[in-house]
């Protein structure tokens, strides 16, 4: 006998498996050939039994679904303000939503790591802090005395680069300075590159530079050619880095490429942000021409165009776009066919000026750095609801987080690797057909096709017919045709020349109609 919550289970596991499933079964009953039905008959139960497995591991292994605001009637979810939410929260999520008032210091850039659990701050005017977000402890924090640009976690949460007035520094999570990167100038921006420890940075006089900050060597130093910019992101997809430009141009670079991938002429007015969808085919930006686009990276195409101002923009893990203006912060949700509509919204204090915008992985959280210190609201359905410990572990202890790093520097990838497609490596490359080959490819075919003319062996023949003459006369013959087609193909190629005519001189009074010679 099977009891009520074995039965309720099995329903249960019925209705996850239904989504796996590949369609409809194949109608087997008019099938006449026995050895085709029997054949399709196992593929059925094999799709059946996988599917159940897929319905199984999601009901234990990842047991956390993703919920998002639902309206009711005529509702509107945007309308929903963050007093109402926080009030229906849990108690583990009524934590999560705070102001921190630092009016003196600001405005703050903030910065996540993978895994969620820590962040790091850094104020205009120097002030640098790290927090435990899952505990709501100060780690660490500290005054440089100097402008911070940009702050950004290197391979772990153990060591950060900031972007200072003159260098980039880098600190670990003690507050002692570790390095000074002189060689980066004074940079805007910072990225990380953490599939294969390089740190790019882009300065003032336009300079993209890129460092492996385990062996610490350049391993690149580009000019952009397109002037001042402070807008950087890195695709998560193939680690290309994309640049926004004053004249509306958005390029793609690589540390092995000394001219940029792709230049795409994005805006009428200067790029002010951009952000790349997790899976690396989506790229929104942002102008001053109040636009914001979505684009296929496939194809380099425009998806859509709203109209719509916005400073900084952000993708989540579940594909929401934020985007930031002023004191207003908007949240886009995919609607269908990545048409992204109004999700929710929220306003600052009056007078707030927004820094930057970042979603915490793992966590419906999004994060928000002002000229007044720092902000979180919480976005129901951003984040990944289950982690996967080998990815990103909120809860690793020491001994794991040091077997990471070792396995990653194990497994670090060579500059060579980034590529706008990188499903290409490991493939061999097509071989190129010249429609024109070189004269000396042409005389190394027709000395090999003489050599084979020359090598045929013809059959003894009666007496009388096998004399030498005649065998060297046929030789001759195969290989003048051997050559013939060779020196076709040279007299079509030979270009018709003029006959020079024979110059006549002409009397004085009419030498000067005839035509000068070039000097």
């Known amino acids: 006998m099977i009891s009520a919550t074995q039965q309720k289970i099995a329903d249960e596991l019925d209705v996850r498996a239904r989504k796996y499933l590949r369609g409809d079964g194949a109608n087997l009953e008019t099938l006449r050939d026995k050895k085709l039905k029997g054949q399709l008959v196992n593929r059925e139960k094999l799709y059946g039994q996988s599917a159940k497995a897929a319905a199984k591991a999601e009901k234990w292994l990842l047991p956390s679904d993703e ?40 405005p703050y850039k903030l910065e996540y790591t993978p895994s969620g659990r820590y ?3 850094g104020g205009r005017k120097g002030h640098l802090a790290m927090i435990d977000m899952l505990n709501m402890n100060l780690i660490k924090e500290f005054q440089v005395r100097e402008t911070v640009r940009d702050v950004v976690f290197l391979q772990n949460e153990q060591f950060f680069a900031v972007a200072q ?108 942000d951009i952000a790349f969808h997790k899976g690396g085919h989506l790229m929104a930006t942002t102008g001053m021409d109040h636009k914001i686009k979505l684009w296929d990276i496939r194809k380099f195409g425009l998806l859509h165009s709203y109209t719509a101002h916005a400073q900084m923009l952000d993708f989540s893990q579940k594909g929401m ?80 987080r040091r077997e990471k790093e070792v396995h990653a520097l194990i497994d670090k990838l060579q500059p060579e690797t980034i590529m706008l497609e990188p499903t290409k490596i490991g493939t061999l490359k097509p071989r190129r057909t010249k429609a024109n080959p070189t004269k000396k490819e042409i ?34 013959e195969g290989v003048f045709k051997a050559k013939r087609p060779f020196l076709e193909q040279k007299t079509e190629e030979r270009p018709f020349k003029r006959q020079k005519k024979e110059e006549v001189e002409l009397p004085k009074a009419l030498q000067r109609f005839s035509r000068k010679k070039a000097q």
């Open 165 to 272: 007035k003159k260098y980039p520094y880098i600190y670990n999570w003690r507050g002692t300075e570790i390095h000074c990167l002189k060689e980066h100038g004074a940079a805007l921006k910072l990225q990380f590159l953490d599939k294969h420890f390089l740190l790019a940075s882009v300065n003032k006089s336009a300079q993209l530079h890129y460092q492996d900050v385990s062996t610490g060597v350049i391993v690149a130093n580009y000019r952009t050619g397109l002037g001042r910019t402070d807008v950087m992101q890195v695709n998560p997809y193939n680690a290309v880095i994309g640049l926004g430009h004053s004249a509306g141009k958005v390029t793609m670079w690589k540390p092995t490429s000394a001219k940029p991938l792709v230049t795409m002429l994005c805006h009428f007015g200067p790029v002010t």
């Open 119 to 121: 962040m790091v701050m």
């Open 443 to 476: 005389q190394e075919e027709m000395e090999s096709a003489i050599d084979a003319a020359k090598n045929i062996t013809f059959k003894k023949k009666t007496k009388g017919r096998n004399k030498p003459s005649k065998r060297t006369k046929k030789k001759e």
């Open 321 to 400: 776009l934020a985007l930031g203006n002023k004191s207003h912060v908007h949240i886009w949700r995919d609607s269908g066919n990545q048409d992204y509509k109004q999700y929710m919204s929220h306003e600052m204090v009056k007078g707030y000026q927004l820094a930057k915008v970042c979603f915490r992985p793992y966590e419906d959280v999004l994060g928000i750095g002002h000229s007044m210190g720092l902000s979180s609201i919480i976005v129901p359905g951003a984040g990944e609801p289950n982690f996967d410990s080998w990815v990103a572990n909120p809860y690793e202890t020491k001994k794991q």
């Open 67 to 106: 919920g998002y605001l639902e309206p009711e009637g005529l509702e509107k979810t945007w309308m929903i303000k963050q007093e109402s939410i926080v009030r229906e929260v849990d108690i583990s999520s009524f934590r999560k939503p705070f102001d921190m008032i630092l009016p003196d210091l600001g």
